[in-house]
């Protein structure tokens, strides 16, 4: 999910949340149901929802196993958390940037349904 979500970041998630377009969900994985695993959905079919994740070079989405079905669909996530600093990092700039970042929501969309960057860029 790079570039939206990086190693060691943590989610806080909804259980049995409704589910839109462009929601981060966790789902259990079609093929080994043990493993769950953190994509985007992106639309509805008729076997469940479509899912891809943020990183196009990385095909363990629906291109490799097909719409997902709504139970397996676990929770949606609504925030990201990153992680602190590691200690020799934590100079006052490092804590200022991190502060800065460190919650976001990870919804793509934001106002009119337009993806933030370029809400942010038209005005």
Known sequence: MVPTLNPGDQLVVQYGASVRPGDVVVLRHPFRQDLLIVKRAVERRDGGWWVTGDNPLVENDSR???AVPDELVV???WMRLRPLP???QRSAGALLSWAASAVR????SGLLGLPLSRRLRAR
């Not at 929501?105 to 793509?108: E, K, L």
């Open 64 to 66: 490799e196993f097909g």
């Open 75 to 77: 929770a949606r996530a």
């Open 86 to 88: 590691q200690a020799g």
């Open 105 to 108: 929501p990870v919804r793509s």
